[in-house]
Antibody
Framework: EVQLQESGPGLVKPSQSLSLTCSVT????????WGWIRKFPGNKMEWMGY???????SYNPSLKSRISITRDTSKNQFFLQLNSVTTEDTATYYC?????????WGQGVMVTVSS | DIQMTQSPSLLSASVGDRVTINCKAS??????LNWYQQKLGEAPKLLIY???NLQTGIPSRFSGSGSGTDYTLTISSLQPEDFGTYFC?????????FGSGTKLEIK
């Protein structure tokens, strides 16, 4: 079965970069699409972007200048980098596989942006 | 972006009840609508994809319907393990967007 697990710092300072790793087991990230979603306090959710089986990416226009999604196929991991964070980036971040919509999710990692 | 309006936000029901949750899109999403269940501290679980297709392993008491802009998740006979938060997700157009969630409590 496909399993995804997010990891990374739970606290980031304003203006710095947020970096998260998604480790995937049970399925190769060289197939399908793999992305990041976040859930804000108050429960609004946002689809941030994805990286495809070929390594191409697509980002939510609301984040386009700040976001980067990359991967390491040898480790079956993909990564999120979000630059110049503010307190409004405080959220729970999920990685997911995208096929017929989102069909597998990680448990999520809470990231707080605070000085 | 397509806006998804989900209702109700809170639902309290008894075991055995029939329960419905609704999502309304701001434009036609061509049945590209999924439903998820999430319990506290757990990963969201896909229940229904593309309006009415039951994900493997999901009990048949869950069903989905709809077209155009209006979609419904139905639980035919509520079970104690069905508590949690349910949300919809449209993937007709990029970026996909989410409903605001329905918290289902068991009376």
């Amino acid at each position: 079965e496909v399993q995804l697990q997010e990891s990374g710092p739970g606290l980031v300072k304003p203006s710095q970069s947020l970096s998260l790793t998604c480790s995937v087991t049970g399925y190769s990230i060289t197939s399908n699409y793999w992305g990041w979603i976040r859930k804000f306090p108050g429960n609004k959710m946002e689809w941030m972007g994805y990286i495809s089986y070929s390594g191409s990416t697509s980002y939510n226009p609301s984040l386009k200048s700040r976001i980067s999604i990359t991967r390491d196929t040898s480790k079956n991991q993909f990564f999120l980098q979000l630059n110049s964070v503010t307190t409004e980036d405080t959220a729970t971040y999920y990685c997911a596989r995208y096929y017929m919509g989102i069909n597998y999710w990680g448990q999520g990692v809470m990231v707080t942006v605070s000085s | 972006d397509i806006q998804m309006t989900q209702s109700p936000s809170l639902l309290s029901a008894s075991v055995g009840d029939r329960v419905t949750i609704n999502c309304k899109a701001s434009q036609n999403i061509n049945k590209y609508l999924n439903w998820y269940q999430q319990k506290l501290g757990e990963a969201p679980k896909l229940l229904i994809y593309n309006t009415n297709n039951l994900q493997t392993g999901i009990p048949s008491r869950f069903s989905g319907s709809g077209s155009g802009t209006d979609y419904t998740l139905t639980i035919s006979s509520l079970q104690p393990e069905d508590f949690g938060t349910y949300f919809c997700f449209q993937h007709n157009s990029w970026p996909g967007t989410f409903g605001s969630g329905t918290k289902l409590e068991i009376k």
